[in-house]
């Protein structure tokens, strides 16, 4: 029998997620969102086809809920889906740092959950997306989720108690990368090359490296080191790099990603 999936909350995620859904084959006529203003539920109709209805009728109506409100939105959202969801519901969240058990507690005793962290490539059907069950969620609620989340990317089980460091290096992940492009296309302005030209070089350096790593089975120091030539530019540039500190800097930034899930946590913000 056909489920019905409703995604509450359709900013960049929940759209990212819902715009996957269709393209795996989801029917619109199967999916229902919410959106808090009526010009966006507007433009999800004209873009997707899909109804826009309240959090109530969403909880009422829907087989499977996907939260993804900010986690500092979390508890209001709940607090108005609680009368309104039962057990037999499957409620997903994607949101940062807010536990299972943080939900579990909102809602109707029993009610089973699963923890999800995507990340916006689902957009490209390249997302991956990091999976905990809560206390009250069966397998099938897992092989539900990653039914969902395996049409736009790749699907990991972990234990609820890795998501956090799954969220600083899965969910926030492409950010650095992003951010490591803008980094290299200014310098290959400051060196003389044209901006659009510069970014069309990093952007495929990032794509072939990229997939030198998905399909080569190589571990990333191999491949680097095949970059390396005695004496050549690139150990030059990995000198520098490590003076200034890039991978302590790395790690610490990730560090402080999984601590800001962690502090999410409270829904609190
Ligand atoms: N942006 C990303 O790359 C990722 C985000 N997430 C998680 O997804 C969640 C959403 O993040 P973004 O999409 O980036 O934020 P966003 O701000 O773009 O989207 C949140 C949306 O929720 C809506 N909203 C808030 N309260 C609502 C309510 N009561 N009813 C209906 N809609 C409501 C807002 O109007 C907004 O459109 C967060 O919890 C975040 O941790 C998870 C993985 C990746
Ligand atoms: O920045 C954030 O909090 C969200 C969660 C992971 C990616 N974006």
Redesign the pocket.
């Known amino acids: 029998m056909t489920q019905t999936v409703a995604v ?9 997620l819902l715009s996957g859904m269709i393209r795996a084959g989801w029917r619109p006529a199967d999916l229902l969102v ?4 009526s010009e ?1 539920a507007q433009e999800l109709h004209t873009r997707y086809g899909v109804e826009s209805v309240s ?1 109530p009728e969403a909880a009422k109506a829907a087989d499977i809920l996907i ?5 500092q ?2 508890g ?2 709940l607090d ?1 889906l609680a009368p309104h969801v039962t057990a037999d519901r499957l409620v997903i ?6 536990t299972t058990t943080f939900i579990e507690e909102r809602l109707t005793q029993g009610t089973p959950v699963v923890r999800v ?4 490539p689902v957009l490209v059907d390249e997302g991956m997306s990091v999976i905990s069950a809560g206390s009250h969620a069966t397998g099938a609620h897992l092989t539900t989720t990653e039914e969902i989340f395996g049409g736009v990317g790749k699907t990991l089980r972990v234990p609820e108690s890795q998501q956090d460091a799954a ?1 600083a290096l899965s ?2 992940g ?2 650095y990368f992003y951010f490591l492009v803008e980094a290299m296309t200014d310098a290959g302005i400051l060196l003389g090359l044209p901006r659009a030209q510069a970014h069309d070089l990093i952007v495929q350096a990032a794509i072939g490296a990229a997939v030198m790593l998905r399909d080569s089975g190589e571990h990333p120091v191999k491949l680097r080191e095949a970059v390396t030539s005695p004496a050549g530019t690139t150990i030059s540039a990995i000198r520098e790099l490590e003076n200034h500190g890039v991978r302590a800097a790395l790690i610490a930034a990730l560090e402080a990603a999984r601590d800001r899930s962690r502090e ?1 946590a409270s829904g609190n913000g």
Do not use: F, Y
Request: glycine share 12%; net charge positive.
């Open positions: 509450l909350g359709t900013g960049k995620i929940g759209e990212a919410t959106a808090r203003r966006r959090n939260l993804a409100v900010k986690p939105d979390m209001k959202l108005e969240s994607a949101a940062a740092g807010i962290m995507p990340n916006t969220t969910g926030s492409p950010a999410l």
